[in-house]
């Protein structure tokens, strides 16, 4: 079966752009072929090709069926690193297993300062379609620490951090099951001191992630990984 | 401060080989300067230079510390992907959070059957580096999947499979601390009924990594995080 994702698509019952030319000029499809659309905000569209032009492909829906939310949101806000191989991989890879947001911000010590979304949106398109998922993590651009942290609104807000004359308690310990989280990843080079102030300032709690060194990219999904375990074993 | 890795360190107290050549020509240290080898075995030399040439350097031992085991062990046996790429990045990841031994074998739906160990080696050997562990996972094409499974010795014995009848619990519910354990995950078209049948008759659990569908490469390393997740949370 053919997945497609077309994010207007309970209003349009069609799909346009890349969607509709992949369909048209590489699937080939034909009238009566049944294909899958997710709008990538929870359902699945079962249809039928009724007419498809490399522009647009106008589909009649079958049935609609609705992906039940999890009772969890993860955002994982991180430094991007210098290569942008090690970020593709984790949005491939946190998208698979599951993620609702991931912010890119900009630190001190940040290896990058710019991001270009829109190559990081395809592969998270193509990961849900792969691991069967009908929502769409929505990736976002926050700018500078110092102007997100602030903001951030999630019930349960993290760092990790490892301090020098202390162990925080690991993440799996800190974190309740069925709440909103917000994990702060720093870049290769650390959060700064006045960096971590922020974050205490604006009750993040610092966790730990495990007995080993983590790469960015590992950290983050380590920390994406773990909050799944705290909601499946209770 | 240099990292090396010499696997008979303990009895040489040298450099060979790549690393001798690695000390020598690119980071040109002299007489006098310290580094830090692990032999991979769970301890740290503290090390000063005697003397280096690019085929041995000689190194006067200062301090040795052993890094305490896990009290667990982490076996993930997976069927390699076409794309070595993903392996590569598996064994990179599952070396960084921790893993003890990565086996490859070929089952009827493996989309490769043959593999290069040398450099996946080398990718271990610089994300123990990486991660500060001084312990090296073993590497190992075990073959045919029918004449590995037998031999399977680990006191919990997992399989990754989700039956159409019936949804298997999370591994994290199936594991318990401080065992070892031997996870088997598929190839992208999935085992065959005669091989889960094999696994069921040799004592492997059936378990599931979650409510999505994941890449081989992924479920490996989901699983080898969850067997830890059982271990930080009691």
Request: charged share 25%; glycine share 4%.
């Given at each position: ?24 000029k590489v699937l080939r499809l034909r009238e009566g072929e049944a294909v899958r659309v997710t709008d990538g905000k929870g359902s699945w569209f079962d249809a039928v090709v009724q007419k498809s032009t490399p ?90 620490f110092s102007n997100y942290v602030p903001g951030v609104s999630a019930a349960q807000k993290f760092i990790a951090h490892l301090p020098e004359d202390r162990t925080p308690p690991h993440l799996l310990k800190s ?60």
């Open positions: 079966m053919h997945l497609f994702y077309q994010p207007d698509f309970a209003q349009i019952s069609a799909l346009t752009d890349d969607e509709a030319f992949h369909a048209a522009k647009r492909c106008d589909l009649t829906v079958i049935q609609r069926t609705v992906q039940t939310p999890r009772s969890y949101r993860i955002e994982i806000a991180l430094a991007p690193t210098k290569n942008m191989d090690r970020i593709e991989w984790f949005v491939e890879k946190a998208t698979e297993i599951g993620i609702d947001t991931v912010s890119f911000f900009y630190t001190r010590h940040s290896e990058r300062r710019n991001m270009k979304l829109e190559r990081l949106q395809k592969i998270a398109v193509s990961a849900m379609k792969q691991s069967l998922q009908a929502f769409l993590p929505e990736l976002k651009e926050v700018g500078d974190a309740q099951p069925g709440q909103e989280y917000t994990v702060l990843i720093g870049p290769e080079g650390d959060f700064t001191e006045a960096e971590i102030r922020l974050t205490q300032q604006h009750g993040f709690e610092m966790a730990t992630l495990g007995n080993t060194r983590l790469r960015t990219e590992t950290a983050a999904l380590v920390a994406c990984q773990a909050l799944h375990a705290v909601n499946y074993l209770p």
